[in-house]
């Protein structure tokens, strides 16, 4: 794996929860729960790739 995307977050394809759309209030997103463990190995793969080669970096805002 060499690449990576890069990308604004959240993006149009997420909506605000509707409990928290008020005047004054920032957005919010409720993006879901990784259990720590699983986590902290997504973490640590992508690191380790990455210290392996450079990635290609691919942007998808655009």
Do not use: C, K
């Not at 929860?17 to 879901?32: C, K, T």
Request: charged letters at 25%; hydrophobic letters at 35%; zero cysteines.
């Amino acid at each position: 794996m060499r690449e990576f995307n890069v990308f604004t977050w959240p993006g149009f394809d997420l909506a605000p929860i509707r409990s928290h759309v008020g005047v004054n209030q920032p957005p919010r997103f409720h993006y879901g729960h990784l259990p720590p463990a699983l986590f902290r190995r997504l973490i640590e793969t992508f690191v380790e790739l990455r210290r392996r080669t450079p990635p290609d970096i691919t942007p998808r805002d655009t």
